[in-house]
């Protein structure tokens, strides 16, 4: 089947036909105005011959006069891939020579540079694509544009957007001419620019047709005709939106806080991930006395806020909570969202989200002992902790009973939190306390960027000692140097867990911190020891640091000097001018250069039994695939516990599932920007706020680690193949500590999100190498290779 009418494809030729032709044979039968015209099938671009007679013949039937041609490419108009512009379109075509010409120009088009590109983005497979090419009798329109039946800006799904320009639609859809832009949100409107009211009240019942029909917000494009007639010629889904959070019924809307960027995560958790950590999450926010629901939208964490928000007591000390560990950009959106009159105080608020407001009496008289006992006894403190931390390793070992399936998935769900917390928890809590207080103390003595500086570092991390003992290995690799060089991280990685590698001294790291990795908190992600290639990559980088004074070690011991020397001078400087205040700061920057390091600790212990949770669910899940239930033993990460206990007890076939959430999943990897707050109806509260003005070059995001360096910019998404050279400026999205080995090599860092006393700036003070953080769209904004300046001190990033 060469030639179809387009009247007759159907979403279910999408391979014969491709994404647009198909979407137009629906608009067809739904009966919308689309111009008449045909398809030329993928089948006749994989001989490779245009089947010119069915296409003559076909294009007479038309009346032979002025057609449209354009690409409807296999891949193309898809819910995660619209290929906007990606391929060709040719207008005006006239004459049995021209059309076959334009459809040559299609096919041509789907291996054009910018298409390839955006295919290899998505990781589209080049050999599965075909091209489909459309043609239509050509509309010659006074006004034609885009209809958005979702506000793309925003997000909110109550609003429409329409962009229109006399004349053809291409110079909206190119950017080429200026266009007027026009928000429909259910208000009339006056007659202005080149649509009337009518036009725009026409153009929003049919979105709201299309998007019922098609049960998703779509991008149409339409034109109007001479005689005032709206022609339909293109509805697809909107990519780009972030998916909505799940439906309430309620008349107020609710604000959802994205919580993974405290963690370093803005990849989406695996469901498996997803059911252990939402319970993770709310046992320990309980435990500080917060009760918040976790829910989970677009496969990331988000804790809805709105009962707190709308609580007279917690509002009122809500932005100062989100300061330590969310970071400006959430406490910004929560200012906005708290003037909201939507969120405004009410009564009575306490029956989703459960009592809010104060931590018991019970949590906070745990709390005042432990903090005060931590800040007398530092050392004391810290004793105890690792001894807990050493129990909790022990105790999440899995008995050596467990004989199948069952066994092993009664243990994993019999997992829960030990009488070790307090241990663990408290002596954190005073340490970042006391790292935080003195800010405010010693304002007008001493600025942010010199707090910053005493803070650097920092002793008792077990991140840094990582760090440390992996740099330590690379600088024993001797005769084995060139080898680590020159072989890909990956197949060093396949020749380690062969047992075929030379003995560089990973065996033994990997002993102490193999349950580590990027995303480490997700149970559905993979370990060190289960796949080292991103620990290999990260010696590469340090073989590469040939200067001694830029040598992790040194740096680090470097920062220790400064900022002791800085807190000596602090505090002498603040007892002259604030007596009483100077010492209570010196008091408390003492205390945090004791128990501030050991923010990580408590991550590290509970990755124990998360190691141990996810051998046994492979366990299993090696039996289900044994059983024909799965299709590899890692599927089962995307099942939740209650789905592989229907699978273990009742044989439930859950592949249909695994299937379609590993499609969602390979999605919303792909997904750059992570909202940092959602309201219910969509809408991405930071879209709402006002621009900080910045000077042309210069970005504006916040200090976190004092110093002003230069350097090339390397921009990095996924840190297990990431090629860092030293005095490179690591720009990010985010970071966790299975990012900072490659602080070792890096001059500066910036990021998208954070918080000062987030994993991330943390290193970065310990290292002594400067920091901003909270800079909106840097990994798109900064380009690999450009020459920047990070000045940590005003957190501004120059662009030069």
């Known amino acids: ?18 994404g647009k032709a198909a979407g137009l044979g629906e608009l067809i ?33 038309l009346g032979a006069g002025p057609v449209a041609v354009r690409s409807s490419a296999t891949a193309e108009d898809l819910p995660d891939a619209s290929f906007a512009g990606q391929q060709d379109t040719v207008l005006n075509v006239t004459g049995t020579a021209e059309l076959i010409a334009a459809i040559e120009t299609c096919w041509d088009s789907l291996h054009s540079d910018r298409a390839t590109a955006y295919r290899d983005a998505r990781q589209i497979d080049h050999q599965t694509v075909r091209m489909a090419v459309v043609v239509q009798r050509m ?9 958005f039946t979702a506000n793309p800006l925003t997000g909110r799904r109550d ?15 190119d950017g080429a001419a200026t266009v007027d832009h026009y928000v429909l949100d259910g208000f009339p409107r006056d007659d202005t620019g080149c649509l009337t009211s009518a036009h725009l009240a026409e153009l929003r019942a049919t979105g709201e ?35 909505l959070p799940p439906r309430t019924g309620e008349p107020l809307p609710r604000v959802y806080l994205e919580f993974g960027h405290v963690q370093g995560m803005l990849q989406p958790v695996t469901p498996m991930g997803m059911s252990t950590l939402r319970t993770q999450i709310a046992a320990m926010l309980a435990a500080l006395g917060v009760r918040v629901d976790i829910v989970d939208i677009g496969g990331r964490l988000y804790g809805d806020l709105s009962d707190l928000a709308r609580d007279r007591s917690s509002r009122r000390r809500l932005v100062k909570l989100l300061a330590v560990d969310f970071g400006p950009r959430a406490q910004a959106v929560m200012q906005h969202v708290l003037a909201d009159p939507r969120f405004a105080p009410t009564r009575g608020v306490a029956g989703r989200g459960g009592a809010q407001g104060a931590a018991s009496l019970g949590t906070a008289g745990r709390a005042v002992v432990g903090i005060l006992r931590a800040l007398a006894r530092p050392e004391a403190a810290r004793t105890r902790m690792f001894e807990a931390i050493e129990q909790m390793r022990v105790r999440s070992a899995a008995p050596a009973d467990l004989r199948t399936a069952a066994d092993r998935l009664r243990f994993v769900q019999a997992q829960d939190s030990d009488d070790s917390a307090d241990a663990i928890m408290w002596p954190i809590v005073a340490g970042m306390l006391a790292a935080a207080l003195p800010t405010a103390l010693l304002k007008g003595v001493a600025a942010p960027d010199e707090i910053h500086t005493v803070l650097g570092g920092m002793p008792h991390n077990v991140t840094i000692e990582m760090d440390l003992a992996l740099w330590r290995l690379a600088q024993g690799a001797g005769d084995h140097r060139q080898l680590l060089l020159d072989t890909p991280p990956a197949e060093l990685a396949a020749r380690h867990l062969r047992g075929t590698l030379p003995d560089i001294g990973m065996t033994t790291f990997l002993d102490v911190y193999g349950h580590r990795g990027v995303a480490e908190v997700d149970v559905g992600v993979p370990r060190w020891a289960e796949d080292p290639t991103p620990v290999f990559a990260a010696v590469a980088n340090y073989l590469r640091v040939t200067d001694p004074r830029q040598s992790p070690d040194q740096r680090f011991q470097r920062a220790a000097g400064t900022a002791e020397a800085s807190l000596t001078a602090m505090v002498a400087r603040a007892r002259r001018r604030r007596p009483v205040r100077g010492r209570i700061a010196g008091f408390l920057l003492r205390r945090a250069r004791s128990l501030a390091g050991l923010r990580e600790a408590g991550k590290f212990a509970g990755l124990y039994p998360l190691r141990e949770t996810r051998r046994q669910l492979l366990l299993i899940g090696a039996d289900l695939h044994g059983s024909g239930l799965l299709d590899q033993p890692d599927d089962i990460m995307f099942l939740t516990l209650d789905e592989v206990h229907a699978a273990v007890h009742q044989g439930v076939d859950p592949r249909g599932t695994v299937t379609a959430r590993r499609a969602v999943h390979r999605r919303e990897l792909r997904r750059r920007t992570v909202p940092v707050a959602l309201l219910s109806d969509g809408t991405d509260v930071e879209t709402l706020l006002p621009a900080r003005p910045v000077s042309d070059g210069t970005l504006a995001g916040v200090g976190a680690s004092a110093g002003r360096v230069t350097g090339p910019a390397r921009v990095v998404h996924d840190p297990g193949t990431a090629h860092i050279e030293p005095g490179d400026v690591l720009v990010a999205a985010t970071t966790d500590p299975g990012w900072t080995p490659l602080f070792l090599t890096a001059a500066a860092l910036v990021t998208e999100t954070g918080a000062i006393m987030a994993h991330g700036p943390t290193v970065a003070r310990e290292y002594g190498i400067p920091a901003v953080i909270c800079v909106p769209d840097a990994t798109r904004t900064i380009s690999t290779g450009q020459l920047v300046t990070v000045d940590g001190g005003a957190g501004t990033i120059t662009v030069h």
């Open 1 to 18: 089947m060469h030639v179809i009418a387009l009247s007759e494809a159907t979403t279910q030729m999408l391979d014969l036909v491709g």
């Open 159 to 173: 609003e429409m957007a329409v962009d229109a320009a006399a004349g053809l639609g291409t110079t909206v859809v």
């Open 139 to 147: 509309i010659t329109p006074t006004v034609a544009g885009v209809l």
């Open 29 to 61: 039968r739904r009966g919308e105005r689309v111009p008449e015209g045909f398809c030329v099938t993928a089948e006749a671009h994989r001989l490779g011959v245009i089947p010119t007679a069915e296409v003559v013949a076909a294009y007479e039937r």
């Open 209 to 243: 047709r299309l998007q019922a029909h098609f049960g998703s917000p779509q991008d149409v494009e339409w034109a109007i005709d001479a005689d005032d007639v709206l022609w339909l010629l293109q509805s697809r889904p909107i990519s780009s939106l972030f998916p």
